[in-house]
Nanobody, 125 residues
Framework: QVQLVESGGGLVQTGGSLRLSCAAS?????????MGWFRQAPGKEREFVAS???????YYRDSVKDRFTISRDNAKNTVYLQMSSLKPEDTAVYYC??????????????????WGQGTQVTVSS
């Protein structure tokens, strides 16, 4: 079972950038887990942001394509979410998630069995 810890959130102005990190421990990170980033704004449901497969294939929600980049460093057991051109609507708590399932719907939160505690991202207008 893997434990996930996010970091890198904060307050940034519109158009700014942040890099979120998700450090994993307790599992065979590189070969076992597909990783995802989700976010949840106040009063809204948790939504898919991006994911990266065991082989490094990446997927994004449409609203963050060309602005966000997900990557993984298996040697460091870490997944990153580089966010640029941030908008106020990106404000949310961002969560890192892991899944060992071989056949999963990567866009659904319930496909992931392990979650971090979340990190707040606030984009001011």
């Amino acid at each position: 079972q893997v434990q996930l810890v996010e970091s890198g959130g904060g307050l940034v102005q519109t158009g700014g950038s942040l890099r979120l990190s998700c450090a994993a421990s307790g599992g065979t990170f590189s070969s076992s887990y597909s990783m995802g980033w989700f976010r949840q704004a106040p009063g809204k449901e948790r939504e898919f942001v991006a994911s990266i497969s065991r082989r490094g294939w990446t997927y994004y929600r449409d609203s963050v394509k060309d602005r966000f980049t997900i990557s993984r460093d298996n040697a460091k057991n870490t997944v990153y979410l580089q966010m640029s051109s941030l908008k106020p609507e990106d404000t949310a708590v961002y969560y890192c998630a892991a899944s060992t399932a071989s056949d999963m719907n990567r866009y659904r939160a319930d496909s992931y069995g392990e979650w971090g505690q979340g990190t707040q991202v606030t984009v001011s207008s």
